[in-house]
C-alpha cells in the first residue's frame, strides 16, 4: 500500500506543509496555449513563468508565492496543459494540483469544449471556489465576447464557478504617425494585461473563506487519501487470499495424492484447510486459534 500511494503521502506531506505555513494555493489550470503562465505572470506583475508560443511550456508544477493576506501566504501555481500530445504524466500532475488547490483558475482561450466541460465538472465542487477564466478576450469582439459568456454560462449552470473574462497578454496595437512632411510611419505599442476583474474575484474570496478554505480543502483531500489506502488495502488483501488460496490447494492436492490410505488423507486435508483459515484469518486482521479455525 505504501509503494502504491508513494505519490498520494508525499502530497500528504505537502499538505500539511502549507497548513503550518498558512498558505493558500492558487491553480492555474487548462489546455496548452490557453495562456495559464502569462495570466499568471500578469497577476504577478512580472514574468516569472516561461510563456512560448510554442505548445507544452510548462513541464512541471510551478508554485512561486505572490501576497500575503490576513497572515496567509498565497501562492500561485502553474501547470503543464492537459491536451499536450504524449503528456499524461503532466496531465495527471495538473490534475493532482487542481484536487489539491484552494483556488482553482480554470483558463479557458474560448467557448467550453465537450473535454474540457468533463474536466471542469470532475474539478468543480461546491467545497473548491472555482473560477472560469475567459482569457484572450483581445481577440474578440465585444459582440463574440458575450455571445462565448452566455454560452460558458448555460453550460455550467449546475456547477460552482465563477466566470472571468482576462487579457493576460494582449497583442500589441500598430498606430500609422503620420510625419511632418506628411508620410506614415507605423508604430507599434503594448497593451498593458487585463486581469484587474480576476484580482477583483480572487481577493473577494479570500476576504470571504480565505480562512476556512485551506482547511477544507485539507480535510476532503485527507479524507480521499484515506479512501484509496482502504482500497489498496482491500485489493491488496484479496489478491494475498486468491494466491494463498491457490498454495494450499495444491499442498492439499499432492497430500491426497500421495497418500494411498483413505481416511489419512482425508486427515492430511482438514488440517492443510485449517492452516489455510488460520492464515486467511491473519492476512485480514482475526486471529484465530486452531479450534476455531478447525470450526
Known sequence: VRAQLKNQYASVQQLIEKLEKQQIHIVAFGKVSTGKSSLLNALMGNHHFAT????????????????????????????????????????????????????????????LSDSELKQLNLIASPEKAVLLVLNKSDLYSDEEISRIKQSLVKKTQHLNVRLVVAASDPRPQVLLVQQPDGSLHESIQSITPDVADLKNEIWQILEQEGKTLSALNASLFANNVNRQVAENIVQLRQNAATKLIKTYCLAKGIGVACNPIPVADLLIAAGIDVAMIRQLSGLYGLELGKSEAAK
Not at 507544452?56 to 503543464?80: A, C, R, Y
Open 52 to 111: 512560448s508560443p510554442l505548445h507544452g511550456e510548462t513541464k512541471n508544477n510551478q508554485p512561486l508565492d505572490w501576497q500575503s493576506m490576513q497572515q496567509q501566504s498565497i501562492v500561485l501555481i502553474d501547470t503543464p496543459g492537459t491536451d499536450e500530445f504524449d503528456g499524461e504524466v503532466r496531465e495527471q500532475m495538473a490534475k493532482q494540483a487542481a484536487q489539491q488547490a484552494d483556488i482553482v483558475l480554470f483558463v479557458l482561450a474560448g467557448d
